[in-house]
Each structure stands twice: as C-alpha cells, then as structure tokens.
C-alpha cells in the first residue's frame, strides 16, 4: 500500500522527517528532534534487530514514533500492531515468525 502526504508518495527509501515535517507540519517538537538523515528502511532495520527506536529517530517522545509506526505499518501494509509488537517483542517473534532484512518481502514498495 502507498504511502501519499498531500499528493507525494512516500516510501521505504524515502527519509522519515521529509514524511514527518509534511504530515504534521505544526508539531515543531518532532519535527525539530528529529534525526533528517534516517529511512523507513532504517525504522524497519532498527525493529528487527531490536535497536533504540528513539535514539534512531532522534525523538523521545512517544507520539512521534508512534505516528511512525503507522506509517510504516501503512507502507507495509500489515496493522498498527504487527509494527508494535515488532518493536516490543523483536528477540521472540520477528515479523510473520522471520527475520526480513528486506522491507520488499512485506510488500513494502521501493520503487
């Protein structure tokens, strides 16, 4: 499933604050923390190694990375919750049972 923010499609390549400061253009406080140079690929990566998502996103507030993880989750398109419990319980059931190192094995579009 596409990802599109007022008329741009985002994807696994695309970089999350580039998403993040046009989806919520207001929110000064993610958008600001935010570190630029990261993907949704590198989200993805940090959920299945069971990474610091918010050292990787340079946001330590909870409604940022939960706005990411709908977004990713959209881009995946799997629910919310695969994403979360992704991030929750990465060391004892990775995705579908399996460790991805590729996001295209979810149906996740890098084109």
Not at 30 to 47: A, P, R, S, Y
Not at 67 to 90: C, E, I, K
Request: include cysteine; charge should be negative.
């Amino acid at each position: 499933m596409d990802l599109v923010v007022k008329g741009m499609p985002f994807n696994g390549q695309s970089k999350v604050y580039r998403w993040y400061a046009l989806a919520f253009p207001h929110d000064d406080w993610g958008n600001d923390m935010m570190n630029k140079g990261i993907t949704f690929q590198d989200v993805f990566e940090c959920l299945q190694v069971g990474g610091d998502i918010y050292a990787l996103l340079g946001a330590g507030d909870s409604v940022v990375r939960e706005r990411v993880f709908d977004a990713l989750a959209t881009m995946m398109n799997v629910s919310y919750d695969v994403v979360y419990y992704q991030w929750l319980n990465h060391e004892k059931k990775p995705l579908d049972g399996k460790l991805y190192y590729d996001l295209g094995v979810l149906r996740f579009k890098n084109n």
